[in-house]
Structure formats: C-alpha cells, structure tokens
C-alpha cells in the first residue's frame, strides 16, 4: 500500500465516502460489545446518526469545524472532524481508519491536521473521547500532547465510567 493523504471534504465523492466510513465506525463500535452496543444506541441511535450524516457539512463549517478524508491508493481509508463548541472550543469526532488501513498512521495524521485546523481557526481548547477499551487511540491522544480529564458534555452516568475524557490547551505555546 502506497502513501497517505489527507483532503478536506466539502462534498462530492468524498463526503459520499466519510459517510461511508462514519457507518463502517458505527457498526464497528455496536458490534465490539455490549458495553460498545450501549455507547453505539446512547450517543448515536440509527435515526439520530442517520440525521447526523445527512447534515455533516453544515454540522462542521468552519471556521472551527472541518470534515477531512485520508486516502491511500486513491481509496478512502480514515476520517475525522471538528465539530465547534460554544467558548471557542472544538470536539474532536469520528476519527476512525478502516481495518485494512490501521497501523500505518493515519489516525495520527488525521489528528494532527485537525489540531493543526483548531489551532488556525482560533479555538482555544480542543476535546475528544474515546472508549477506555481503546489502548492505541489512549496512547496516540497521550502522545499528541493531550490530558486526560473528566466529562466535559452531559454524559448518561451509566456510560460516563466506559469513556476517557481528553482536552489539549492550543493556546499554550
């Protein structure tokens, strides 16, 4: 497999294929296990996630929100994107690599082109949150320059033990 690139969707054959990967990333995670089943139908019930997709652009408009694709060989193998949030701040979302693709630094890529995107839009703080499960994405968050830290939306408190909470300060120098 050749190298990997990154392009900012705004719609097209892209946006028809970071919807696609947005259903590949739900179906992965509600067949992980149960615990992953009952995140999956919490935050993201197969008609709120539908609407979800069909609202994405609009959803992530910049200035803070971006949806970007990367691709290999001219196929597309990863997404993900800022959404804004209020205070000048923006969350990380949906950050997922095909299983073909994973272990050749995309996700990393991904997510240093989004902090980059942040970091230029003016946001002062960046957000995500991933399943404690997830060793490698853990890692990777630690490894970006993020903290851990607690909830930072409304979380149902059954599922807020399941979750790891990061933030990254992109004012600091």
């Known amino acids: 497999m050749g190298d ?5 969707v705004s719609g097209g054959a892209d946006l028809i294929d970071v919807r696609r990967l947005c259903w590949e990333y739900r179906a992965f995670l509600h067949c992980l296990s149960p615990e992953h089943q009952k995140i999956t139908e919490t935050f993201y019930p197969e008609d709120k996630y539908g609407q979800l997709m069909a609202n994405l652009l609009p959803h992530h408009a910049p200035p803070f929100g971006v949806i ?3 691709k290999m060989d001219g196929q597309s193998i990863g997404c993900g994107m800022i959404q804004p949030m209020q205070d000048g701040a923006c969350e990380i979302k949906r950050v997922f690599v095909d299983a073909r693709a994973r272990r050749k630094g995309a996700a990393r890529l991904i997510c240093q082109e989004l902090i980059a995107h942040a970091r230029a839009a003016g946001a002062g703080r960046l957000f995500l949150d991933t399943s404690k499960e ?5 890692a990777l968050y630690l490894g970006l320059g993020f903290h851990e830290r607690g909830p930072y939306s409304r979380i149902p408190a059954d599922i807020a033990p399941l979750l790891c909470y990061f933030e990254l300060n992109l004012s600091a120098a």
Not at 4 to 8: C, E
Not at 134 to 138: C, G, I, S, V, W
């Open 4 to 8: 990997i690139s990154l392009h900012t």
């Open 68 to 70: 970007l694709v990367a």
């Open 134 to 138: 997830f060793q490698a994405a853990r």
